[in-house]
């Protein structure tokens, strides 16, 4: 079982280009979740989706924007990339009521390097 | 609203001591509190997790903590500390309110020496 995949694994991207970052998973989850981890800060939360159809704002979401057409696809899409977008994001997805169990499943990161 | 403090953001030991991983968290509610571990160029996976049961939580790979309600701490402790330990540990705080309310810590870097 492959869990959720991410792609890319890495990018450097210059400023202003639009990028998109794929995550798929196949555990059939209904929430998922978008984070970007910095150092010194923790992971924090951009966007989530609570079922397919669905997507919700987190805690840093502005620059950023999701989609959730299906269960099993959350892509991230950075519209104009800016510097401090500059960051290691991971995607994760949990069954449904994952915030009181606390069990997400989290894929390998995708690191991005905006210029 | 709810935090976690984890009050080292590095821990160096040897192996074969014990590891003390410390967290203080803030709630206004009851919480649920849990530890995930993210190795070197990977995804983070849950260690354990504390929801309102036994205070002494045992999780995977040895490691344990206890939620002490007075203290506001859930620290994770190891017996016996293995190379393949080292790694980002994050505590992490869970409001039942709010369906996205998990808080992360900044981490905290294990540092293992043969």
């Known amino acids: 079982i492959a869990g959720i995949t991410q792609a890319p694994t890495s990018q450097i991207l210059a400023a202003g280009r639009r990028m998109t970052l794929r995550c798929t998973q196949d555990m059939r989850h209904n929430a998922m979740y978008w984070y970007r981890q910095d150092l010194g800060l923790g992971l924090r939360l951009i966007h989530y989706?609570?079922?397919?159809?669905?997507?919700g704002k987190g805690e840093v979401p502005d620059g950023y924007s999701v989609s959730r057409a299906n269960t099993d696809d959350f892509p991230l899409t950075l519209a104009s990339a800016v510097p401090s977008q500059t960051s290691v994001y991971f995607c994760?997805?949990?069954?449904?009521?994952?915030?009181?169990?606390?069990?997400?499943?989290f894929g390998e990161g995708s690191r991005l390097t905006v210029l | 609203a709810q935090s976690v403090t984890q009050l080292d953001s590095h821990v160096s030991v040897s192996e074969g001591t014990p590891v003390l991983l410390r967290c203080n968290y803030s709630?206004?509610?009851?919480?649920?509190l849990f530890w995930y571990v993210q190795h070197p160029n990977k995804g983070l996976q849950l260690l354990l997790k504390?929801?309102?049961?036994?205070?002494l939580v045992k999780g995977i790979n040895g490691f344990e903590a206890e939620f002490k309600k007075s203290e506001t701490s859930f620290h994770l402790t190891k017996p016996s500390a293995h190379m393949s330990d080292a790694a980002e540990y994050f505590c992490v705080v869970s409001d039942p309110l709010g369906f996205q309310k998990l808080v992360f810590g900044t981490g905290t870097r294990l540092l293992v020496s043969p």
């Open positions: 504390y929801t309102s049961a036994a205070t």
């Open positions: 994760a997805s949990s069954e449904t009521g994952g915030v009181n169990t606390g069990e997400l499943f």
């Open positions: 709630s206004s509610y009851s919480p649920s």
């Open positions: 989706s609570n079922t397919a159809g669905t997507t």
